[in-house]
């Protein structure tokens, strides 16, 4: 696999050519072709070359496919007990990059590769056999699922629940207060 460890924007990004890379907004119009010149490093299978600092000679090639933004990042500040409180959002501007070519003086255009289209199958003459073996697979399936569901008339009532505590008892298991007994005369 060869790629590419590229430098834009001060930010490293990897490189793989077929492969998009998303970087900080480049001021190029959509579907131009950009010319990374700061390569780091150039790994293709097992030879690695590490550029001191930069490997010479070796651009990447890619075509701008879309601008676009990131997502909202909200940036709170908060100091307790001295009333600041600022809140602030942000959406950073990306450039979303399709890597053509590594390496070359020149862009070589390639021929894009045409998709095989998906070839369309005539549907044989359907046989009476062929209708007679469908149906026979419906109804055996049929009985299956019709004794699985009985009807609400055949299924059993369901009990009433049972008391279990008697009706003087307080809820949680809490003790019931003392009967008041009526006063002695005197």
Known sequence: MKYAIVESGGKQYKAVEGATIEVDRLPVETGANV????????ADGDAITVGKPLVKDT???ATVLEHFRGEKVTIFNYRPKKRIRVKIGHRQNYTRLLVEQIGGETLVKKAPVKKAEPVEE?????TEAAVEAEAEVKETRKPARKAAEKPASEKAPKAAPKKTAP???SPKGKKAPAAKKPAAKK
């Not at 005539?122 to 359907?126: Q, T, Y």
Request: overall charge neutral.
């Open 167 to 169: 009706a003087t008892s």
């Open 35 to 42: 010319k990374l010149e700061q390569v780091l490093l150039l």
């Open 59 to 61: 651009p990447v090639w």
């Open 122 to 126: 005539k549907a044989d003459v359907v």
